[in-house]
């Protein structure tokens, strides 16, 4: 996927034990160590990095080492996930579905896990935002799916 | 002793009032405005009492709202803070008037203070020394002799003035004329009052200070120096005890004429009396007497031991100071940097909005006192100081180093901070050779020699960082509170690692 802040570009994809970007016409291996509130611990081709990131609309606060820089995202993916896409869940990265736990016609209660995928190593539940009824479910176990695919849509 | 306090300010300072009224087991109650109706201040105290608008003068400033909110509280004493009301007279007397306490001198002391040429003139009797010059002129033709007399360069400021406003350097005399036409409009705009006085300009000056402490039966000693020169805009952003300009000669000297300055107004509480010192010949003179607890306390606290906060509420109670001169020494080295949400690279202006991260640094010999927290909003109305980052260690150069690394383990989002200039500050050449005057942050701005640019060019690191916290904090692009008010987000649950 590219993305571009202020004037550079950078294209980030998953690789098996973590991400490659692409930058410059280089090639740069990433590991997640952690990362959580804002933080995140990273292998940068190896070398130990600890970045803190945040986000309000386009632009990104970025930390690294004590030195705050403000970039823009000029461009790439949409800011933000839609977490409803007229009644649809969606995947909020690539991924592989683990398992669906509803079935179309299905009642469910707001914060009912759906279906789990997993990501980068780690699962992610979707969960219904609201109560309602399972419209489709439209991904299958071991399936994998790509960044804001509809997975389940639901209706009142 | 007290049984419950309102104290009449926000932000850090109140938090810090507070927390010296807990350990002195006294409740507590915090005034805001609109505002300020989720801050930190206000989750801190025992009680919370809204004033009204955000605009200072209809809440922080309103001495009506604040009489009424201390009565409706049954609050016994008033801590004014800094800034605000805190150096008002007339407050100070209608905290009296409504036989209420308020923590701090007496209104006498502060009247006495307030006026600069008044308090020159005072000062001058008392023995204090005073910057050559005059008070009282009115017409161009005597400011003009005056100059003359002086000699060149130098101030015209206001008599009733502070903060740097309705103050000119003049290098020479065809410079004189629109001087004073331009600090009389300010001196006016911001003081109400345009009377100047004129005084000799010292070039390179040092804003060195002095701590006095009071009770009510008389005692009164001073607790050293802060050095204070690192300024911007007259403002200062770093200050650190003890200064390395002082022997130990010359830091007697100056304690003893504090104390005398703080004697000739019957002072009590704490005070600070500010000089200028000229690092050419050795000599300081008195600039102005702050009648309330400084920004900058914290570097005192911790080079002698003493809390004054505490002591600022025993001493208004009417208990007696139990220490003397010779109890109190400096011990190592202590350093405060505020960190302001300003933009050094925009001449400092404030810089507003949620503070979408903000972690403190945690360490031995860190002390933060901050006003604001992760998620809280900084707004236009009031002084853009976050925090106070404060170390101490046990000589300068160990207490320079602990600051730079406080300052790199403290991360504020969401508003552009200060803290990488700070760092700038504290790596150059003239900071550790203590050469840095009054006016250097000024020059180097000027001269450009330093140049900060939020917008600068990024580093390979930061643009992978920010690329992949999309993939990672997904629930974050929109607004930090997300969390909180959508409890079932699936992207909440993105952290979950499994191994």
């Given amino acids: 996927m590219k993305t571009t802040f202020n004037t550079q570009t950078i294209e980030l994809n998953p690789s098996n034990d973590g991400y490659v970007a692409t930058l410059d016409g280089k090639n740069i291996f990433i590991k997640i160590i952690r990362a959580e509130n804002g933080k995140m611990e990273l292998l940068i081709d190896d070398q130990r990095v600890v970045a803190y990131v945040s986000s309000d609309l386009a632009k990104r606060w970025v930390t690294i080492d004590g030195e705050t820089i403000m970039l823009t995202k000029t461009s790439g993916a949409k800011q933000g996930v839609r977490h409803d896409h007229a009644g649809g869940l969606i995947a909020p990265m690539p991924g592989q579905v683990r398992s669906v736990n509803v079935k179309s016609g299905d009642d469910v209660k707001k914060g009912q896990t759906l279906l789990t995928m997993e990501a980068m190593k780690m699962e992610i539940k979707i969960q219904a935002l609201m109560d309602g009824k399972i419209k489709s479910v439209l991904a299958a176990q071991g399936d994998t799916v790509e960044r804001e695919q509809i997975l389940i849509e639901m209706e009142n | 002793m007290f049984n419950k306090i309102l104290i009449a300010n926000r932000g850090e300072i109140a938090i810090r009032i507070m927390r010296a009224c807990k350990e002195l087991g006294i409740k507590t109650v915090a005034v805001y405005s609109d505002a300020d109706a989720n801050s930190q201040h206000v989750q801190f105290a025992d009680e919370a009492f809204h004033l009204g608008d955000s605009a200072p003068k209809e809440s922080y400033l309103n001495i009506d709202k604040l009489i009424s909110a201390a009565m409706q509280t049954k609050s016994d004493a008033i801590h004014p803070g800094y800034g605000f009301l805190s150096e008002n007279a007339s407050f100070a007397s209608a905290v009296d008037s409504a036989h209420l306490t308020f923590i701090g001198p007496s209104a006498d002391s502060i009247r006495a203070m307030g006026d600069k040429a008044q308090s020159k003139i005072l000062m001058k009797k008392a023995g204090v ?371």
């Fill in chain 2, 129 to 499: 020394p005073t910057v050559p010059g005059f008070e009282g002129l009115e017409s161009e033709k005597d400011f003009s002799k005056a100059a003359k007399e002086i000699g060149y360069p130098v101030l015209v400021k206001a008599s009733a003035g502070g903060g740097g406003k309705g103050m000119r350097v003049v290098n020479e005399e065809s410079e004189l004329s629109e001087a004073i036409q331009a600090a009389k409009r300010e001196a006016l705009n911001s003081f109400g009052d345009e009377r100047l006085l004129i005084e000799k300009y010292i070039a390179n000056g040092h804003h060195i200070e002095i701590q006095v402490f009071g009770d009510k039966h008389g005692n009164l000693i001073h607790l050293f120096e802060r050095e204070c020169s690192v300024q911007r805009r007259h403002q200062k952003i770093i200050e650190e005890s003890p200064s390395i300009l002082l022997t130990p000669e010359l830091r007697n000297k100056m304690g003893e004429a504090a104390v005398k300055a703080a004697k000739a107004v019957n002072y009590f509480n704490a005070g600070t009396i500010e000089f200028i010192f000229d690092p050419q010949h050795s000599t300081f003179y008195f600039l102005e007497m702050n009648t309330r607890l400084q920004v900058e306390h914290p570097v005192t606290e911790l080079v002698t031991g003493i809390d004054l906060a505490q002591w600022q509420i025993r001493i208004a109670a009417g208990e007696k100071f139990p220490f003397t001169q010779t109890d109190f020494m400096q011990r190592g080295h202590a350093i405060e940097c505020r960190i302001y949400a300003e933009d050094p690279s925009n001449g400092f202006l404030p810089s507003t909005g949620k503070l979408l991260q903000f972690i403190e640094p945690h360490a031995p010999g860190i002390r933060v006192d901050a006003g604001f927290a992760k998620g809280d909003e900084v707004t236009h109305f009031y002084d853009p100081l976050l925090a106070k980052l404060i170390v101490y260690a046990e000589n300068r150069q160990s207490a320079i180093q602990k600051m730079q690394h406080a300052l790199k383990d403290f991360i504020v989002h969401g508003v552009v901070t200060n803290i990488d200039y700070m760092q700038a500050v504290l790596a150059h050449e003239d900071f550790a050779n203590g050469k840095i005057s009054t006016r250097w942050v000024d020059t180097i701005m000027e001269s450009n020699g330093l140049s900060f640019d939020m917008h600068k060019q990024s580093s390979a690191l930061q643009i992978i960082s920010a690329a992949l916290a999309d993939f990672v904090f997904v629930n974050q692009s929109q607004s930090v509170n997300q969390n909180e008010t959508d409890p079932f987000s699936p992207w909440k649950k993105i952290n979950n690692f499994r191994n």
